[in-house]
C-alpha cells in the first residue's frame, strides 16, 4: 500500500445474529479495495446462502483488510443483545492491522471507538464495505452454528441458526435449554421460569 493510503481508507462494519434465541452475535468489519470491486455485493440478509457463501471468499481474497469478530452468549445475557453486538462490533475494528480514516455502522448505533465512526441507516444495501461486512459476519455466525448443530443436533441449529421458529421453539420444549440458549431472551427466560 503506498504512503498515506490508509489516510483515505472507510471501513464498512456489520453484524449477525442479534434476533437468535441461541449462539454468538457476530460482528466483521471490511475494508475494501476501491481499485478491485467486488460484483454483487449486497445486504447479506437479501441473498440467499448459496450467493453468500460465494462472496465470502472474494471479500477475504480481495479486501485490503478484514477481521471478524464475536460476543458469547454470556456476554448477551449480561450485557443485552444491543451492547454485546457493539462489544463485537468493537472488538473486530480493534483487531484491524490498520486504522481507518472513518467508520461506517450499519443501523443506528455505533460502538465507542478512538476512529471517527458513523451510523447509516440501511447502511448495508446503501455502502459497498458494510455490505462485504454483513456477508462476512452472516457467513461467520452460520459456520459456527452448523459446529454447534454436530454438538446438539436435537434442536435444528443447521435448518434455523438459532432464530426462534416453531420447530426451535418446539425443540426447547422438548429437549430444555442448554448453555448456548439465550437465557435473557423472553422465549428462553420463560421456559426456564416455567412461564
Known amino acids: 500500500m503506498e504512503p498515506g493510503a490508509a489516510g483515505r481508507l472507510i471501513c464498512g462494519v456489520d453484524e449477525a445474529g442479534r434476533g437468535p434465541l441461541a449462539g454468538p452475535v457476530y460482528a466483521a468489519a471490511v475494508v475494501l479495495d476501491p481499485d478491485n470491486p467486488i ?36 456476554e448477551i445475557d449480561a450485557l443485552n443483545i444491543l451492547q454485546a453486538s457493539l462489544l463485537a462490533m468493537r472488538r473486530a475494528i480493534e483487531a484491524l492491522t490498520v486504522r481507518p480514516r472513518e467508520v461506517l455502522v450499519d443501523g443506528t448505533h ?79 427466560r420463560d421456559m426456564i421460569s416455567g412461564a
Not at 137 to 159: C, F, I, N, S, V
Not at 164 to 170: N, R, S
Open 110 to 188: 455505533c460502538p465507542a471507538i478512538a476512529i471517527p465512526v458513523r451510523a447509516v441507516v440501511k447502511g448495508d444495501s446503501t455502502v459497498a464495505a458494510i455490505s462485504a461486512a454483513s456477508i462476512l459476519a452472516k457467513t461467520a455466525r452460520d459456520a459456527e452454528m452448523l459446529r454447534l448443530h454436530e454438538l446438539y443436533p436435537q434442536y435444528g441449529l443447521d435448518r434455523h441458526k438459532g432464530y426462534p421458529t416453531a420447530a426451535h421453539l418446539a425443540a426447547l420444549r422438548e429437549h430444555g435449554v442448554t448453555g448456548i440458549h439465550r437465557r435473557s431472551f423472553g422465549p428462553v
Open 39 to 74: 460484483d454483487g455485493l449486497a445486504d447479506s440478509k437479501k441473498l440467499s446462502e448459496k450467493a453468500r457463501n460465494r462472496l465470502a471468499p472474494l471479500i477475504r481474497q480481495h479486501a485490503l483488510f478484514w477481521t471478524v469478530a464475536s460476543a458469547s452468549v454470556e
